[in-house]
């Protein structure tokens, strides 16, 4: 396919970048020389420079490998954003180890499953979810857990306030075998400088995302995948200056969106990240006008938040250069209503935790087009085929196909899972499983989901996921969910539900066993008693009909 949007390019910003085989441990050390006294992380009125954070990481890696740590050893994280979060990543890199990182959120199950798959050794958690995580252990490989406390960086006297322990964020480390504070290690871990223990192609990160089984599959993201997107997001932003920007981390880094550009980002370009370790309107609103924040990488909740913020005039947003949405799709009263109360350019993008995680973004600068994810990024080569034939290019504007991207940050492959790595890697080719077309001046856009993925509130949701809970449950004959449109978080989870003969259920009862099992975006919002569901001639369930059924119920039965 010819690269027609590169003639939609910002002429500053180049088609290919001579990419910096620098890893993520590298990129540390490098602003610690060049920026040794900028703020690296601002929490709750801490702030570490980027001497000192350099110095934590070294330290807790030589913990690491003193308690055992080979190379290629999997650490898995339980945290939200939070000092040391940053500090567990980085330092499990240049230890030479593998970061597996999770969502908090998640049930024992699901974590089960995940601690399992990886291989985790060791395990960096949150003091609130240390006595399941201790356990959890015994189900798992994990031989080494330690334990973070939100008051370790916070400052005196707020480290040791009442009120933080009656919101349970002042929480004593239970006493067990192999369980270690996390401010022990860093502070006894050695910190001169050694060789650094990683390479450019080796795998950095496992991040889970969903499987056709309707397990979470390990997505292996290697050095070279995620310092070549920092390095391709950074270009795409030209007039962002080394050292001379703040970032805020409203984004998690256990995700992939929050990863790149809320984290790395800020740590290889010298910028300082203002942690939000539960971002809420006020919360957000309040950090960016404190700190001169000039970079925002948020989903669409988080923008409708905003907007929607009664007080959002008292509050000085002027110092935001960029802003960047992905996650989900952006709603135009959302750009517009953005842009009109802020005077803020919104740039929509789009990727998958498979590259890193981006593709393509609208144009920071230059002509944006609303509704659409924009032009794909330097290095990037991108191409539409027909949904059933891989062989069979699209190259016609406006004509539907599977997305399909090629560049440095797609992923490796998918840890355990040869047969769904070969299904989405194709000669070197990511099939995103999403249905695009492109106009005549190459900018893209996602018209269908050729997966049957939900996306709320910027999280991926796999329906089987939540068929699997929903089929466990004793007085379930059949289930299935699908995500119906939601004005705040995008699609919410609706669930049809076939009951056992003689049997009588509420919707209540059926969500409170979903919360059971399933972390809390991925509980039903809603659920319906059907007497059966739509099936194909071998019987398989028709998701499809599903939401027609209840696309035609909202229209008021008319014809599609």
């Given amino acids: 396919m010819e690269k027609i949007w590169l003639k939609s390019y910002r002429k500053d910003v180049p088609a290919e970048i001579r990419l910096e085989e620098i890893t993520l441990s590298e990129a540390l050390a490098r602003s610690a020389s060049q920026f040794p006294n900028n703020p690296a992380l601002l929490f709750q009125g801490t702030t570490v420079t980027f001497k000192q954070l350099d110095e934590m990481v070294s330290r807790f890696a030589n913990s690491l490998i003193s308690l055992g740590l080979q190379s290629g050893d999997r650490v898995a994280t339980l945290l939200p954003n939070l000092v040391q979060m940053v500090v567990a990543i980085y330092g499990t890199v240049r230890a030479g180890g593998i970061v597996v990182t999770n969502n908090p959120l998640y049930?024992?199950?699901?974590?089960?499953?995940?601690?399992?798959?990886?291989?985790?050794?060791?395990l960096v958690s949150l003091d609130l979810f240390m006595p399941r995580m201790i356990a959890l252990r015994k189900k798992t490989g994990i031989t080494r857990i330690i334990s973070c406390h939100i008051r370790d960086y916070l400052p005196a006297?707020?480290?040791?306030?009442?009120?933080?322990?009656?919101?349970?964020?002042?929480?004593?480390?239970?006493?067990?075998?192999?369980?270690?504070?996390?401010?022990?290690?860093?502070?006894?871990?050695?910190?001169?400088?050694?060789?650094?223990?990683?390479?450019?192609?080796?795998?950095?990160?496992?991040?889970?995302?969903?499987?056709?089984?309707?397990?979470?599959?390990?997505?292996?993201?290697?050095?070279?995948?995620?310092?070549?997107?920092?390095?391709?997001?950074?270009?795409?932003?030209?007039?962002?200056?080394?050292?001379?920007?703040?970032?805020?981390?409203?984004?998690?880094?256990?995700?992939?969106?929050?990863?790149?550009?809320?984290?790395?980002?800020a740590i290889f370009y010298g910028w300082g990240d203002v942690l939000i370790p539960k971002p809420e309107p006020q919360i957000i609103l309040e950090a960016i006008q404190k700190y001169r924040v000039s970079f925002i990488s948020a989903v669409p909740t988080m923008y409708n938040g905003m907007i929607n913020y009664p007080d959002l005039k008292n509050f000085d947003l002027t110092s935001l250069k960029g802003c960047f949405s992905g996650g989900a799709p952006l709603?135009?009263?959302?750009?517009?209503?953005?842009?009109?109360?802020?005077?803020?350019?919104?740039?929509?993008?789009?990727?998958?935790?498979?590259?890193?995680?981006?593709?393509?973004?609208?144009?920071?600068?230059?002509?944006?087009?609303?509704?659409?994810?924009?032009?794909?990024?330097?290095?990037?080569?991108?191409?539409?085929?027909?949904?059933?034939?891989?062989?069979?290019?699209?190259?016609?504007?406006?004509?539907?196909?599977?997305?399909?991207?090629?560049?440095?940050?797609?992923?490796?492959?998918?840890?355990?899972?040869?047969?769904?790595?070969?299904?989405?890697?194709?000669?070197?080719?990511?099939?995103?499983?999403?249905?695009?077309?492109?106009?005549?001046?190459?900018?893209?856009?996602?018209?269908?989901?050729?997966?049957?993925?939900?996306?709320?509130?910027?999280?991926?949701?796999?329906?089987?996921?939540?068929?699997?809970?929903?089929?466990?449950?004793?007085?379930?004959l059949e289930a299935c969910a699908i995500g119906i449109p939601d004005e705040y978080s995008g699609e919410r989870v609706k669930a049809f539900v076939v009951l056992k003969p003689g049997e009588y259920a509420t919707e209540s009862e059926i969500v409170d066993y979903c919360k059971q099992n399933l972390a809390k975006y991925k509980v039903p919002k809603y659920v319906e008693f059907i007497e059966s569901l739509p099936k194909s001639a071998i019987g398989k369930i028709l998701r499809k009909e599903l939401r027609l059924i209840e696309l035609k119920n909202k229209s008021g039965g008319s014809e599609l």
């Avoid at 049930?107 to 060791?122: M, P, V, Y």
């Avoid at 004593?172 to 290690?185: G, I, M, Q, R, Y």
């Avoid at 016609?396 to 440095?408: F, M, Q």
């Fill in 107 to 122: 049930t024992d199950r699901e974590l089960e499953h995940q601690f399992n798959d990886s291989g985790s050794k060791f």
């Fill in 331 to 476: 709603p135009m009263e959302t750009i517009n209503k953005f842009e009109q109360l802020t005077g803020k350019q919104i740039c929509e993008g789009y990727g998958l935790t498979e590259s890193s995680p981006t593709t393509h973004v609208n144009p920071y600068g230059a002509k944006t087009k609303p509704g659409t994810i924009g032009l794909p990024f330097s290095n990037t080569d991108v191409k539409l085929v027909d949904v059933n034939d891989f062989d069979k290019e699209i190259t016609t504007p406006r004509t539907p196909g599977e997305l399909c991207v090629k560049g440095p940050q797609v992923m490796s492959g998918y840890i355990n899972r040869p047969d769904e790595t070969a299904m989405t890697l194709r000669d070197g080719w990511l099939l995103t499983g999403d249905i695009a077309v492109f106009d005549e001046e190459g900018y893209f856009s996602i018209v269908d989901r050729k997966k049957d993925m939900i996306i709320s509130g910027g999280y991926n949701i796999y329906p089987r996921d939540v068929d699997e809970v929903l089929f466990s449950h004793p007085k379930v």
């Fill in 157 to 265: 006297p707020f480290n040791h306030l009442p009120t933080l322990i009656e919101r349970g964020m002042h929480l004593e480390t239970p006493v067990s075998e192999n369980v270690f504070e996390f401010t022990d290690l860093v502070k006894e871990g050695v910190s001169t400088t050694y060789v650094h223990r990683c390479q450019w192609n080796d795998t950095a990160c496992l991040l889970y995302t969903g499987g056709t089984t309707g397990l979470s599959k390990g997505v292996q993201l290697t050095h070279k995948n995620l310092s070549s997107n920092v390095q391709q997001t950074n270009a795409w932003f030209p007039d962002f200056e080394p050292g001379n920007e703040t970032v805020i981390g409203c984004l998690p880094f256990f995700h992939s969106f929050g990863m790149t550009s809320s984290m790395n980002c």
